[in-house]
């Protein structure tokens, strides 16, 4: 961070609000010598830069002079690393975002990083729901708007089919394929479009668009036979559907994204020991390709969780942590790793 800026900052600030050396530090709590210190250079104590911010009415990203870039990276960091923002500072990236949004109306960046930014404060929001939510089902089981809300918050299962049903998502990437003139074509949306049809049970949809993604020049070879096998499961022919999975583990055997691919079809079967041993696999495989994404360890743990191995997930959540600190450099002090500690201890309590 730049001390002459934050020097010529508070300079510039004071004298707009035509406030003396001695009217600021009266504000602050401090003597008029500390304010003329940090206007020749000196750097204000940590602790009073929200104050400082605050009487100057500006933010504590304004007192350092970021540019646009620098504000955007750190509001990605904060989401990647707190639980939960502040109002105030939710509503200070919110404002700063939209603002440059209406100056770059077709900024990926940003389009993407405001919906972090609101999808961050819906994720915090809904583990407020699930708590008040659970202390009420448990005092009133028949509350059914709490269980209605608990299944939004959390993703419980809904028995409705014109809830459930996914014809909006498939909708939206039918729109997304159609209007894509990119060249080559990325195959994400085809992937999105044939999960929701699979889910739905809409086969012969989602063989059709399978047919075609297998066309891009990014599409991913062993797909298809998982696509197939989980095409089988949803048509009902469980044995055609290990019968090509077994054909596969032949001939990918070696490859991380078919071995994890593998452990999720056994994982939907609740066939649960062979979902551990492709998950294993599948994290061995990345040995040499870190960072890892912990996916296969969260697996493992919710499965040790639902075989009521508490113990073994608990060790796991050691794993995953060690991966977050030596691979991902987290902190202890942040959130990703502070929320596994916390999963650790839940089991280990149980």
């Known amino acids: 961070m730049n001390e002459?800026?934050?020097?010529?900052?508070?300079?510039?600030?004071r004298r707009k609000l035509k406030m003396t050396q001695e009217d600021l530090a009266n504000a602050l709590n401090v003597t008029p010598q500390a304010v003329s210190n940090w206007e020749r250079g000196g750097?204000?104590?940590?602790?009073?830069?929200?104050?400082?911010?605050?009487?100057?009415?500006?933010?504590?990203?304004?007192l350092f002079d970021l540019t646009a870039e620098q504000r955007l990276r750190r509001i990605e960091h904060r989401l990647d690393t707190e639980d939960e923002l502040a109002s105030d500072i939710f509503k200070e990236y919110e404002d700063f975002m939209q603002e440059q949004l209406s100056e770059k109306?077709?900024?990926v960046q940003i389009l993407g990083l405001l919906a972090r930014l609101y999808h961050h404060r819906m994720e915090s929001d809904a583990k407020q729901v699930s708590k008040y939510a659970r202390a009420s089902i448990l005092q009133d089981p028949a509350r059914k708007d709490c269980q209605w809300l608990l299944q939004k918050a959390e993703g419980h299962a809904a028995w409705d089919w014109n809830i459930v049903n996914?014809?909006?998502?498939?909708?939206?990437?039918?729109e997304v394929i159609a209007q894509n003139s990119d060249?080559?074509?990325?195959?994400?949306?085809?992937y999105y479009i044939i999960d929701n049809l699979i889910v739905d049970h809409r086969t012969e949809e989602a063989t059709a668009y399978l047919e075609v993604c297998q066309t891009?020049?990014?599409?991913?070879?062993?797909?298809?036979?998982?696509?197939?096998?989980?095409?089988?499961?949803a048509e009902y022919d469980e044995a055609r559907a290990d019968a090509i999975i077994a054909e596969a583990a032949r001939t990918f055997s070696e490859d991380s994204g078919f071995l994890f691919e593998a452990a999720q079809y056994f994982a939907y079967k609740c066939e649960y020991e062979k979902a551990i041993e492709f998950y294993e696999a599948s994290w061995s495989a990345e040995e040499n390709q870190k960072p890892r994404f912990t996916d296969a360890l969260h697996a493992i743990a919710l499965i040790y969780e639902i075989q009521g191995e508490y113990r073994?997930?608990?060790?796991?959540?050691?794993?995953?942590?060690?991966?977050?600190?030596?691979?991902w450099?987290?902190?202890?002090?942040?959130?990703?790793?502070?929320e596994m500690e916390r999963k650790k201890q839940y089991f280990l309590q149980k």
């Open 329 to 338: 450099r987290y902190t202890k002090d942040d959130a990703p790793v502070k």
């Open 4 to 13: 002459l800026k934050i020097a010529e900052v508070i300079l510039r600030e």
């Open 166 to 174: 996914h014809s909006t998502a498939i909708e939206f990437y039918k």
């Open 183 to 190: 060249a080559p074509k990325t195959p994400l949306p085809y």
């Open 216 to 233: 891009l020049p990014a599409y991913r070879p062993f797909l298809t036979p998982i696509y197939q096998a989980h095409i089988a499961l």
């Open 105 to 107: 109306p077709d900024s």
């Open 43 to 62: 750097y204000p104590d940590i602790t009073l830069l929200p104050a400082l911010a605050e009487v100057l009415g500006v933010t504590i990203d304004d």
């Open 312 to 327: 073994k997930a608990a060790d796991t959540y050691d794993r995953l942590i060690a991966c977050l600190k030596e691979e």
